[in-house]
């Protein structure tokens, strides 16, 4: 007898987790038994949970990791036209379009 467990991932990737139950040959088998089917669903337990834990991290990563790529390609703040300008600068500087404004000396 065995204790089966199974998860399915979004991708379609099935997890199986399988545990064999212990059988006792005495007179005290039924407790042993019973003994045995509670560490083996504590078992399937801790090994299901940590699965869950692993795949919830990397779907974390994956979305930080795509939100800090959206970040970099949209202005997160259209209203902010000082922002727009800096980026205006840099590109122009980029292209060689615009040159570095000279500092003068003002006679008081």
Not at 18 to 25: I, Y
Not at 29 to 36: A, I, L, M, Q, T
Not at 69 to 78: L, V
């Amino acid at each position: 007898m065995a204790v089966v467990g199974s998860l399915t991932k979004g991708t379609g990737e099935v997890l199986e987790f399988r545990h064999v139950l212990l059988s006792s040959q005495h007179s005290q088998g039924r407790k042993e038994d019973f003994e045995s089917l509670v560490h083996s669903l504590k078992k399937l337990q801790q090994d299901v949970n940590s699965c869950l834990t692993e795949i919830i991290e990397q779907e974390k990563t994956s979305e930080t990791n795509q939100a800090s790529k959206n970040q970099t390609t949209e202005d997160d703040d259209p209203d902010d036209s000082e922002d727009d300008l800096e980026d205006l600068d840099t590109t122009e500087k980029q292209n060689g379009a615009i040159q570095e404004p000279q500092l003068k000396k003002l006679r008081t």
